[in-house]
């Protein structure tokens, strides 16, 4: 994440791991959301907001094992071997099947990684102003059913495709979800 | 004259004091409660991690030492910590069993059965996101304060365990070397845990297993070890994935993450019998979860799961096969893998590819009392 004053852009950090899982299971925990902190940031009026979505391809050379237990990118549930890198975003929940409210049958899980699937979003014409010794909040909006939609505008039917797999289906599914964070992101 | 003997009894009984602290420790002079004269000179300790391990992180107030880890090493096998001086932690977590007891759920010193399985320490230090199979411990310091007061284990209290650490002819003088207490007073059950966490630190695997050296290009899997590697990291489109790396991934083969891999029907996520993570985080959909272990040596480490209910890694593949049972949390990624017999007994052959006992020979892990 960064801010953005005119072309000139400040590191808000160089990497953060940011888990919605005990939050996203309802209204309530989708909008309490999820907070991060930064700390001692350059006081000024920024114009712009920059967030990118996986691991930089740099910082994506590296294993868990090279990283002290502590760091994001120490997490080996975050990196898969096969791919050489980690992944950058993972989508994973239940879905009803049969219309029966009782139970959520379906599964889905859509991890995306390499590369080629880093996003960088970039946000402009902000007005974010960061003063002397006080908090300046930013809320970030995730819309994630746009993370389903797919390229024809309708939506991903997930009775039919509800995994990535290593073929081609899955490299275009990869690729599709990876473009819609770049429109499933905004500033309230 | 009368100056000068008092002065001639004063060195003498200085030599006496200090020749008795440089290695062995008489009655008489553990007896006394000043320990100021033994010297403190703690010499780091140096633990080997494998290259492919993550990094050892140790707390700054609880840095590595050869006295640390050696007081820490004695605590760990000594029933002293017991009520009843009848159980050490070794007891729950024997080296030959990799640090487990073979038991579905361990039983305290009155023979009450507790309601989760020991879990393996190897390794430990090398953890984070909580320990136990619940996390509700965040650091090793921590969760060695635990086991000495809970009913079902050594059911014992701080204050008796630190009365007889006091009282013992040789613990004191430990304490000093690896903390640099003054009095035997001033030993807490903080620097006792602060001790086991170091040893606990050190229980660390040598990367050597079968896997391992077939990862390294230095040996040949059998095809059907291959068959298993390939189904458990879903390398090719060819075989099933096992789904199994998902959370025994990396080189620790565990993710450090808690799931609720649909051993129990929930229809109502207050249903479980046990509710594992939720207890501690008061989370309705953390109910039912509960730590991935470690399958490093998983061949050593029966019956499994939290509570044993499986007696054989044959069950437990049968179990993930199945695709488990209904809860709103199961995680997503356990589903019916339609794994045939065949590849089963492949998935079989590449666990035991995990098993590595040699680093058991650190003469540091042994038992100090035999």
């Known amino acids: ?188 | 004259m009368t100056i000068k003997k008092s002065s001639h009894i004063l060195l003498f009984g200085i030599i006496i004091i200090s020749s008795c602290y440089n290695e062995i420790y008489t009655d008489n002079v553990i007896a006394i409660n000043d320990l100021s004269g033994i010297p403190y000179e703690p010499e780091p300790y140096i633990v080997n991690i494998p290259a492919i391990f993550p990094e050892l992180e140790v707390p700054a107030d609880n840095p590595m030492t050869k006295e640390g880890v050696q007081l820490g090493r004695r605590l760990f096998y000594d029933p002293i910590l017991s009520a009843d001086n009848s159980m050490s932690c070794s007891t729950c977590h024997e080296p030959d069993k990799n640090f487990t007891d073979g038991f579905s759920t361990s039983f305290g010193i009155d023979g009450i059965a507790g309601t989760r399985s020991s879990m393996s320490l190897e390794n430990i230090g090398l953890f984070y996101n909580g320990l136990f199979w619940d996390g509700r411990a965040q650091t090793l310091e921590e969760q060695a304060l635990e086991p000495i007061t809970n009913p079902v284990e050594l059911n014992n209290t701080w204050e008796n365990v630190i009365e007889k650490l006091k009282e013992d002819d040789d613990y004191p003088q430990r304490f000093r070397k690896a903390f640099g207490i003054e009095s035997r007073n001033e030993i807490t059950k903080e620097l006792a845990a602060k001790a086991i966490a170091q040893f606990e630190r050190i229980i660390i695997s040598n990367a050597n297993s079968r896997y391992d050296q077939f990862n390294r290009g230095e040996i040949f899997p059998t095809d059907s070890e291959y068959n298993g590697f390939d189904m458990f990291f879903d390398i090719s489109p060819d075989l099933p994935d096992a789904e199994c790396a998902h959370c025994h991934g990396g080189p620790l083969f565990t993710t450090n993450e808690y799931i609720n891999n649909g051993l129990d029907e929930a229809p109502d996520l207050n249903d479980f019998p046990d509710l594992g993570r939720g207890a501690i985080t008061e989370y309705l959909y953390d109910n039912g979860k509960f730590r991935a272990p470690s399958l490093r040596n998983i061949a050593l480490t029966a019956p499994y799961m939290h509570d044993g209910r499986f007696e054989t890694l044959e069950e437990v593949i049968d179990h993930y096969n199945s695709g488990g049972h209904y809860a709103e949390n199961v995680d997503p990624l356990i589903n019916n893998l339609g794994l045939n017999e065949e590849e089963k007994g492949d998935l079989l052959a590449f666990l035991l590819t995990l098993t590595d006992t040699t680093y058991l020979s650190n003469p540091d892990l042994s038992n100090p009392f035999e």
């Open chain 1, 1 to 188: 994440m960064g801010l953005k004053e005119g072309e000139h852009e400040v590191s808000m950090n160089e990497i953060d791991f940011i888990d919605f899982t005990d939050i996203n299971v309802d209204m309530a925990g989708a909008s309490e959301g999820y907070t991060i902190s930064k700390l001692s940031l350059p006081v000024s009026n920024y114009d712009g907001l920059t967030m990118s979505i996986g691991v930089p391809s740099d910082l994506n050379e590296n294993l868990p094992s090279d990283f002290s237990s502590s760091h994001p990118l120490a997490r080996s549930s975050e990196h898969w071997s096969q791919w050489n890198s980690y992944i950058f975003s993972k989508l994973e929940g239940k879905y009803d099947e049969d219309n029966e409210p009782t139970q959520l049958e379906g599964n889905y899980v859509f991890h995306i990684g390499r590369d080629e699937m880093f996003r960088t979003i970039e946000l402009d014409d902000l007005d974010i102003a960061l003063k002397p010794d006080s908090g300046t909040r930013i809320t970030v909006e995730i819309d994630v059913k746009n993370l389903f939609r797919l390229s024809n505008g309708s939506y991903l039917d997930l009775e039919t495709q509800n995994e990535i797999h290593g073929d081609e289906s899955g490299e275009a599914l990869s690729l599709q979800i990876s473009n819609n964070w770049l429109t499933a992101i905004s500033i309230q």
